[in-house]
């Protein structure tokens, strides 16, 4: 019953010049998996060096967040240790919109779920066109101030939204966001490849990517149809099993089938060729040691998703 | 005894582009109705999508405020859910002027009666003239920076006085209002019509109007004089019985006449008809479906009002 | 052992418009009278419509703020009443100077002091020419915002440093003071009456004066001597018993029996008429009820003064 | 057992125009000495008129705050007297950087072990080159605005970086630095007596020296070798030892037997001479009696540097 969805979450962050490897809830806590499985995870990935964590207000209604909380209260981990630089991530996705009370409540609600008194990054997710760029912005830097987050990010929004919202940060002298969280894999590269390297020289705009495997596709799983026990085959997910369907599924499926064939020679799987090729990105900006620690960890997490892939097949 | 108050504080907003269907509890709450009446109206309306509550720290001194707070902790309402965009509304409408102490302690007076951390809106009652604008608009931005309202907005201001405020609020960078209240019927139309939608366009200051049936003379109570059971009979409303008696007053029961004809021809109230035409006002700014959402809760509530109409006359 | 300090204290406010009487507690609280009498003397002020009460720290090395205190708690004074405009007045009077860790431990101490979690007015005595003014200016924002205070004000600051103090809140986006503090009497008029008034008018900084009998000397008491019960002949006043009787003091001795023949003529004390004619300046700029009511209460002040200053004499 | 770090740790702070004699905690408490041994060496530093104590969270791994606190709690000291102008001094070192994260979690945990509400200042230790100069002074704002700190200050900053903290702080409405940290003796002039005086002219940023007495070498301790009751033969500071016998520590221990001559002509220890002139140093900026105060107390400690000194040879 364990549908490789670890392995989705994996996500390279670029902020202020740190990676960060980061496991995420989506889809998995409070929902598709226990409690136990949700709190074995969580502990691999923590003593493996994993330093973020993702999680959302609408992930399985909130249960998400109280299993993250549950877990992190339960282990006494902290997130402020002077060794490890480890952030809390809380994305504020809501389909409520951004209005001041939205984002305000919203950000509440989760951190009463986490049993949290603030997170690292507060995310805005998607931009609200009901909403004034001037009220998601001050609601921003209000919690910020309040002290239940430290920074303010964005996810999924364009390059010229988020220009705009640092333009309405110099404007009002609020404060700015830190980070964009963009998705970034083989088949969708031109935002973290050429528009946020852009963002980031200009107003210093990190990223952090999402959907290594592209939904799960790049580990070859949906080549031969959709299996019982994948993702794409549960209530709910008939947009992805039409995803898989589609031509441009099967084209991508087609470049897979390539991508496995040269992970083979390499001696590797296609998902550790995905995720290596995703921390790769811009080395060249960042210090090489984090990116070995955390391909020493990915391996070892490599390894787990294999035995686990394994007991599924 | 139901002095058909209820409709009278029907009010219909424009905010960040939503309706919101609001009841007020001027005249009404903790003086001319029991706290069983005023709980089975506020039940009634908020279990048919009122999703908006407006009322002041001087509506019967208080009492207003102690009888909506009990009602709401009882119910153990809530008015942050991720469904309805509920919205509770506060006026600081106070005689006392508008100095930072008389905002401040009037709200925090309100907050305690009301035994909420909170309202959505913190609305200053008429200009004044003693208190410099810098003074009104850092005061407010202040209670929003405590947490003690999320928004605030104006009441009975022209439309140079709310110019004035948002300069001032640009000028020291504080926060603008977002919401003028304004009288809106058929003879109050000039500053809903004309003066608020410029400034909707300029400045993005919404617009939530009260007394959609003019004080109750358009539902025709008053056309053949002042009915025992009227609130115009009850002692303290002398200004309203001399206003319908005024020459004035005479003119407008006139046209009323003609709008009763026109309504029993659509068959419908003409009660029905005012409130259905100040929800359409300016429609084509709003979504769709969220004013037949909320004509379909007006509908409801026309019958329980003819329903109690009928018990008074 | 009542020294007439009570008239001392008698103090005329123009603060946006309004007048306030009040009474201070200084070199009386917590030293020269027992608390049983300072609690008699606080009872007859306030329900004689004196709302306005003056402290600070270093009066009687802080007992005068705990005396205070004391009474206001016994009492249940509320300062924040929908009907009468209470102010709460403290000065931060220090020794200390006005860094920013004097004016926030300052107000810390007198607050726990007088058992209130806020005054209404904080007031920065002397400027500090060793602390920069953007440091003072930021420092009583902070308490403000903090919510310990509602307003700040300066006391015997000249024209050109509260002119400076209200650029630096310009300049900085701060709040600027709104109040000043003057000594005010036949021998000292040239800062109220001329200087403030220009600064009203170009930056909206209001008046409080006080000391209106110049220290008791035109009550008449000193004029043939120094009165074993009088202030002057208490240990520590020294100052006082050499003001009365140098050059300038016997000068003003002088012009204060001339006085005493024109009170006589108008049937009234010269007490009586100084403390009027401070309340009747700039009259024309005050609304006329707000003095006669004022003027109503200072009568039966008048005659408390007189039956005290008789047992005394 | 005493390794005479006594006086290493005395400071001179020029700060608003102020002199602050001061004791820091550097590589003795919670480590190299016991907590009793260290209570008595605070006590003789508070009792003599040592105003201002230095710690950081670096210092023995978070122990010298603990055992700080536990002593100003034992003996009830308190920092915001009207009489004494005490600071208690907290620096932010952390091999961590300087992100917003740091700082505060920082600050927050410095507080819980010195079981203190705030500290008169925080110190960013070094600049971090990966923290965005923006985030530093948001940073320090926000801890000053949430009342965990009176004032910030830098330590070992350049002249250009305290600079740029200073543009980004007028840039942005954020408060500026107090107050540099730095290295200051014989041997190290330059920064203290040429660039920071021109800082502090142009921006008011004053001056906190520290290592008098150029980490012991001034006390002829190290002319001879290196004796085994003094820091250089402790384990881990290796550093010092190197120091010593450098070429450069050669030619400093040379000119150090010259200053010996004179501080013998003059009848004090070369320790004695080398604080005197630290003290003195753009004495003509400072009142003369503070020196007096300063050096009057300084005797004493010079003597009871010299008593122990004795039991150490």
Redesign the interface.
Known sequence: MIHLVFFHSFEKVWF???VFLSTGTWVTFGSQISDEMAESVMTIAYENGVNLFDTAEVYASGRAEITLGNIIKKKGWRF?D?LT?A?MILRAE???GL???HI??GLR?SLSRLQLDYV?IVFANRNDV???ME?VV?AMT?V????MA??WGTSRWSAMEIMEAYSVARQ??L?PPVCEQAEYHYFQRDKVEVQLPELYHKI?VGAMTWSPLACGLITGKYSDGVPDCSRAAIKGYQWLKERVFSEEGRRQLAKIKELHLVADRLGCTAAQLAIGECLCTRANDLVTYIILFVLHNLLKLCRLEQARHRKCL
Not at 144 to 147: M, W
């Open positions: 202020h010049r740190s402020s002077s630089f952030f809501t389909e409520r209005s001041r009370k305000i409540e609600g690292d009901n909403s004034p009220e001050r209000f910020i101030n309040q002290g430290m920074y009002f002298n404060i210093g």
